[in-house]
């Protein structure tokens, strides 16, 4: 059996990209608007300060407007609230995005129930959460929904297949389930914690892992053939690579699956990184153009 296709999830991202251009440039010229992307950041998470760099760099490229408010760690919870009732309240606002982690002196999902729901494009409003579920119109979760258009371009019907979700987060687990459902498959969702998780594994045509644990899957647990596609983000240590000018040993990144036992036996594979994590802000960019179409009340893009 040959080894399994690597799923190039940066050209992917790049594709999307392209129709969220065109999309956007499609509501300046019929609408005379143009799609604003407002982030708010509490503190100084180093992590956090690159993501939103790329998430600033690729809202301007793609034509919307870029709005950052960077507030310091010492932010209390109220002044945050408050900050996003402005916004709420804001009609050149289209798209409210909070980036977590937040200061431990502030209440995570207060703050994300706090914004509006049709401005909520990373989809974690409990409104969003039971309109996923239930199959009405949402803003599906980023990361996810990422997952879902690359499986639909790698295999294409989705109808009646076996998926593992190995993952029970709010962010990435419990959406992705929802979507794979919403797709007709046959989901089954397992955890860290699960007794026989590779053997429900080996069930699987399709394995997304969002377990959060370095390596955890292995080769001898993937149903021949499979697509798998690995949200994990693992720094772990590489002392094969030497070390820092410190002393302490370099690192490398990789997902939740073993990619070499694995890309033997499965079908298709995402990669680590260049994989899913492309996909996630091109997703947000068009949550963001979906929202500020259905804030003026037109047809929603597609994209």
Known sequence: ??????????????????????????????????????????????????????????????????????????????DLLALI?????DETCNGIL?????????DDQRVLESIDSDKDVDGFHLINVGRLWT???SMAPCTPYGCLLVLKDTIGELTGLRALVLGRSNIVGKPMAALLLEQHCTV???????????????????????????????????????TVIDVGINRIEAPELGVYNDGTPRTRIVGDVAFEEVKAVAGAITPVPGGVGPMTIACLLRNTVIAAAHQLGIETPEL
Request: with cysteine.
């Open 1 to 78: 059996m040959s080894e399994a296709k690597i799923i190039d999830g940066k050209a992917f991202a790049g594709g999307m990209r392209e129709q969220v251009a065109a999309a956007v440039a499609d509501l300046k010229a019929k609408n005379s608007i143009t799609p604003n992307l407002t982030v708010v950041l509490v503190g100084e998470d180093p992590a956090s300060l690159v993501y939103i760099r790329n998430k600033s760099k690729q809202t301007e490229a793609v034509g919307m407007k870029s709005i950052t408010h960077h507030l310091p760690a010492k932010t209390s919870e109220e």
């Open 85 to 89: 009732a402005r916004l709420n309240a």
């Open 98 to 106: 909070v980036q977590l982690p937040l200061p431990k002196n502030i």
């Open 135 to 137: 199959g009405a119109r």
């Open 188 to 226: 089954t969702m397992a955890h860290s914690r699960t007794r026989d998780v590779s053997e429900r594994c080996c069930e699987a045509d399709i394995l997304v892992a969002a377990v959060g644990q370095p390596e955890f899957v292995r080769g001898d647990w993937i149903k021949p053939g499979a």
